[in-house]
């Protein structure tokens, strides 16, 4: 919880440091058992050690989690290349694909659009407060078109696993 001197403070997933440390540890043990076999096998020079130095680096850009952060009337997710923000007192569209990998896409009228996991914000109730908020304020004003029913069943969903997890840490379920 964010105490009252941190109230204006933007909301952040609570995961991501953990997958941040997860991808790192992945690229150093690859990079790591690559160049401690290709030295083990004698065929280890320079411009090989850095190929896999190179390769390293790419894995941890590929396994690297966004980073996905909220405040009052905005939402951004931080990938490694750049960064997205929609103002979520401003959206549009909000669609969800489902399939291997499901996500929303979120557009807002000023062009603005992002894609997020949804368990993010199941993950994290303070970044889904503040899209709510956001999404109400976009509904009231009418920008809100499309994807209001999805955002519904999302917060179902949301507020089911939450009474779950109570109920489990209660010790009653």
Request: net charge positive; hydrophobic share 45%; glycine share 8%.
């Amino acid at each position: 919880m964010r105490r009252s001197s941190d109230r204006w403070a933007p909301a952040g997933d609570r995961h991501w440091r953990g997958g941040a440390r997860l991808a790192a540890s992945c690229a150093v043990l690859f990079g790591a058992l690559s160049l401690l076999v290709d030295w083990d096998a004698g065929s280890l020079s320079p411009l090989r050690a850095l190929l896999w130095i190179g390769m390293s680096a790419a894995l941890f850009t590929v396994l690297l989690p966004p980073r996905v952060t909220a405040g009052p009337a905005w939402l951004a997710v931080w990938g490694p290349w750049r960064r997205r923000i929609v103002h979520t007192d401003a959206l549009t569209t909000v669609r969800q694909y489902d399939g291997v990998s499901s996500h929303l896409v979120l557009r807002d009228v000023h062009g603005h659009r992002l894609e997020l996991d949804p368990r993010v914000l199941a993950a994290n109730p303070l970044i889904w407060h503040e899209l709510d908020t956001g999404v109400r304020r976009s509904t009231e004003r009418g920008t809100l078109r499309h994807g209001t029913e999805i955002l519904e069943r999302l917060g179902h969903h949301i507020d089911d696993e939450t009474t779950r997890a109570v109920l489990r840490a209660s010790g009653l379920s």
